[in-house]
């Protein structure tokens, strides 16, 4: 059993743009979080990872960096970046960076310099290709819509952009811009920052001729040699988010030998209410068979291997409570029931702000009330391609990414608490009955079960380094299953479905009954184990030693 600082904790994610204005001109900013490390500290949170907070002209919302060495205006100054870092470290909390390396934004000036001529200096900064037959050099899409090459008139070449054409892709063949990414990543190193969350990590080893896109032949290299530049003997946490990534891949950038990442972000779970080889608006109920089977197998293989991310919440999926619960009747009891699920699995937890509080998916009646640019891509494609305007809308009420960027709501005073100004996104009407103010003092709230979720994981090793083993595993109603470390097991029960359900299981005659860890509803502690019925949403860890 490796022990680590970074397996015993639990990350949350701030979104700053939405998380909290502190001067009034409607977007989130870097005072506005240190004004909530308070919050956050009583939550029980160990680190913040932060989405970038760079120089940005914000076409992907700061995803779009023009300087990493800077601060994007509307968040604040690098001063107020400093005393983030320390008023968090003061609490226990470390800051984890958003690094987003695979792409610059157009207006950073090494692709001002890239763009002027193909013997610029910067040229091979970037990936620069001749039309072929007059036209793109290939077929590779964009993940926001249409063509992944852009043709530039200057020097008649195009260049290659994987998200939008604002964001050009670096040439991570060129030793030089990789060398340059090591410096910036030790110049916040050197802040005293705990890490880095790593955007679609699995991109920068491309190979865009081949039409190669994630996990080309160098990727490891590369995360090799940038460990051995940077943080690999710094003790930090690092998280790569990876969408096609597989166990197997998982070990490599994982090995418990330190010499990749600390763990990554696999999507596995999150793609399984979509249609098989089609896109993510493309709808399909989810199994919950599917979703045993996917968790187990991150699970099972990476046990004494790697590290598993436990997520069901970021800034790009909609919310949970409203996509796998119940975000009406059993909102409370179905975003508890999630947490259970979640953060009884091995792996470092991930809580993306509002998830604490139940917030739910947004519905705005008019397409220009969304601000994303995927969505608002996406839109415009399909109708092109003769799409129905309500099976559009209906596909962005499902997954678009505004879901989950609504300001956070704070208390129930005019816009929510989060601005005095007016807000850069609509916030979500029902936040007279959901926000933190109501929550922070009700014992029975969604705000205070996560806090013990937190607690339990502090105080019970079980729980962070036991091994996980499924039960019932075709219950199509139940999600249980067993962690195991020496003479204690912890048993997690999760009813998944909006009726009552038997839970009937006889594999714990071994241990003797010790405690109710929790629920979410009043249990009679003096009941069996091993035949209860649940209620809708019901979750339950107990706690048995041998
Ligand atoms: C993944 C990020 O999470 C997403 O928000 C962003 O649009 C893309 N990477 C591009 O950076």
Redesign the pocket.
Same mark, same amino acid.
């Not at 989130?28 to 932060?50: A, F, Q």
């Not at 991150?298 to 409203?322: A, C, M, T």
């Given at each position: 059993m490796n022990k680590e600082w970074w397996k015993e904790s639990v990350v949350y994610q701030v979104y700053p743009r939405s998380f909290k204005d502190s001067n009034g001109d409607g977007i989130g900013d870097l005072r506005g979080i240190i004004e909530k490390l308070d919050y956050l500290k009583e939550l029980g949170i160990d680190v913040i990872w932060l989405s970038p907070v760079y120089k940005s002209p914000n076409d992907?919302n700061g995803?779009d960096i023009s300087d990493y060495e800077d601060i994007m205006d509307e968040f604040g100054t690098m001063e107020d970046m400093d005393e983030l870092i320390k008023e968090g470290n003061k609490r226990g909390i470390k800051i984890l960076m958003d690094l987003?390396v695979? $792409?610059t934004s157009d207006e950073h000036k090494w692709f001002i310099e890239s763009k002027k001529s193909k013997d610029n200096h910067y040229r091979d900064y970037y990936i620069w290709r001749d039309p072929v037959n007059g036209k793109e050099p290939n077929d590779l899409k964009s993940t926001f819509s249409g063509s992944a090459w852009q043709y530039d008139e200057t020097t008649g070449q195009y260049y290659l952009h994987l998200?939008s054409r604002k964001?050009p892709d670096l040439n991570w063949e060129n030793e030089e811009v990789r060398n340059k990414v090591y410096d910036m990543m030790n110049f916040w190193i050197d802040k005293g920052i705990g890490g880095f969350r790593m955007?679609?990590i699995e991109l920068i080893g491309k190979v865009p001729d081949k039409k190669i896109k994630e996990n080309g032949p160098k990727l490891h290299e590369y995360i090799k040699e940038m460990n051995r530049k940077t943080f690999g003997d710094k003790n930090l946490l690092t998280v790569g988010?990876a969408w096609c990534s597989n166990p197997e891949i998982a070990e490599q950038y994982s090995n418990p030998d330190g010499s990749e990442l600390s763990m990554v972000f696999q999507f596995e779970h999150i793609l399984l209410d979509q249609q098989p080889n089609k896109e993510k608006w493309d709808l399909k109920p989810l199994e919950l068979l599917d979703l045993k089977k996917a968790l187990s197998r991150w699970q099972l293989e990476l046990e004494g291997k790697g590290w598993n991310s436990l997520f069901w919440n970021? $800034?790009?999926v909609p919310r949970i409570v409203s996509r796998w619960g119940n975000d009406k009747e059993y909102r409370v009891e179905s975003a508890k029931m999630l947490a259970t699920l979640l953060h009884g699995m091995k792996g470092t937890p991930y809580i993306y702000q509002g998830e604490e509080l139940g917030m739910t998916n947004i519905r705005f009646e008019e397409l220009n009330d969304y601000k994303d640019i995927?969505t608002l891509n996406m839109y415009e494609e399909r109708i092109e391609q003769g799409y129905k305007h309500e099976d559009i809308m209906n596909s962005i009420y499902e997954k678009g990414?505004d879901n989950a960027r609504t300001p956070i709501q704070w208390d129930d005073s005019e816009n929510a608490g989060f601005t005095n100004g007016d807000p850069w996104i609509k916030i979500n009407l029902n936040y007279k009955e959901i926000n933190a103010k109501s929550q922070l003092n009700d014992e029975k709230s969604i705000f205070n079960y996560y806090k013990n979720l937190i607690k339990i994981r502090k105080t019970n090793p079980v729980v962070v380094y036991g091994k996980y083993e499924l039960i019932l595993e075709e219950n199509k109603e139940i999600f249980a299953y067993t962690r195991t470390l020496e003479n204690e097991m912890v048993l997690v029960i999760c009813n998944f479905t909006e009726s009552k359900a038997k839970f009937v299981f006889d594999g714990i005659s071994k241990f003797k009954y010790k405690e109710l860890l929790i629920s979410n509803y009043d249990v009679d502690i003096n009941q069996s184990v091993n035949n209860i019925e649940l209620e809708p949403y019901e979750a339950r860890i107990y706690k048995f030693i041998n």
């Amino acid at each position: 059993m490796n022990k680590e600082w970074w397996k015993e904790s639990v990350v949350y994610q701030v979104y700053p743009r939405s998380f909290k204005d502190s001067n009034g001109d409607g977007i989130g900013d870097l005072r506005g979080i240190i004004e909530k490390l308070d919050y956050l500290k009583e939550l029980g949170i160990d680190v913040i990872w932060l989405s970038p907070v760079y120089k940005s002209p914000n076409d992907d919302n700061g995803y779009d960096i023009s300087d990493y060495e800077d601060i994007m205006d509307e968040f604040g100054t690098m001063e107020d970046m400093d005393e983030l870092i320390k008023e968090g470290n003061k609490r226990g909390i470390k800051i984890l960076m958003d690094l987003v390396v695979n $792409h610059t934004s157009d207006e950073h000036k090494w692709f001002i310099e890239s763009k002027k001529s193909k013997d610029n200096h910067y040229r091979d900064y970037y990936i620069w290709r001749d039309p072929v037959n007059g036209k793109e050099p290939n077929d590779l899409k964009s993940t926001f819509s249409g063509s992944a090459w852009q043709y530039d008139e200057t020097t008649g070449q195009y260049y290659l952009h994987l998200f939008s054409r604002k964001q050009p892709d670096l040439n991570w063949e060129n030793e030089e811009v990789r060398n340059k990414v090591y410096d910036m990543m030790n110049f916040w190193i050197d802040k005293g920052i705990g890490g880095f969350r790593m955007d679609v990590i699995e991109l920068i080893g491309k190979v865009p001729d081949k039409k190669i896109k994630e996990n080309g032949p160098k990727l490891h290299e590369y995360i090799k040699e940038m460990n051995r530049k940077t943080f690999g003997d710094k003790n930090l946490l690092t998280v790569g988010e990876a969408w096609c990534s597989n166990p197997e891949i998982a070990e490599q950038y994982s090995n418990p030998d330190g010499s990749e990442l600390s763990m990554v972000f696999q999507f596995e779970h999150i793609l399984l209410d979509q249609q098989p080889n089609k896109e993510k608006w493309d709808l399909k109920p989810l199994e919950l068979l599917d979703l045993k089977k996917a968790l187990s197998r991150w699970q099972l293989e990476l046990e004494g291997k790697g590290w598993n991310s436990l997520f069901w919440n970021n $800034h790009d999926v909609p919310r949970i409570v409203s996509r796998w619960g119940n975000d009406k009747e059993y909102r409370v009891e179905s975003a508890k029931m999630l947490a259970t699920l979640l953060h009884g699995m091995k792996g470092t937890p991930y809580i993306y702000q509002g998830e604490e509080l139940g917030m739910t998916n947004i519905r705005f009646e008019e397409l220009n009330d969304y601000k994303d640019i995927e969505t608002l891509n996406m839109y415009e494609e399909r109708i092109e391609q003769g799409y129905k305007h309500e099976d559009i809308m209906n596909s962005i009420y499902e997954k678009g990414r505004d879901n989950a960027r609504t300001p956070i709501q704070w208390d129930d005073s005019e816009n929510a608490g989060f601005t005095n100004g007016d807000p850069w996104i609509k916030i979500n009407l029902n936040y007279k009955e959901i926000n933190a103010k109501s929550q922070l003092n009700d014992e029975k709230s969604i705000f205070n079960y996560y806090k013990n979720l937190i607690k339990i994981r502090k105080t019970n090793p079980v729980v962070v380094y036991g091994k996980y083993e499924l039960i019932l595993e075709e219950n199509k109603e139940i999600f249980a299953y067993t962690r195991t470390l020496e003479n204690e097991m912890v048993l997690v029960i999760c009813n998944f479905t909006e009726s009552k359900a038997k839970f009937v299981f006889d594999g714990i005659s071994k241990f003797k009954y010790k405690e109710l860890l929790i629920s979410n509803y009043d249990v009679d502690i003096n009941q069996s184990v091993n035949n209860i019925e649940l209620e809708p949403y019901e979750a339950r860890i107990y706690k048995f030693i041998n």
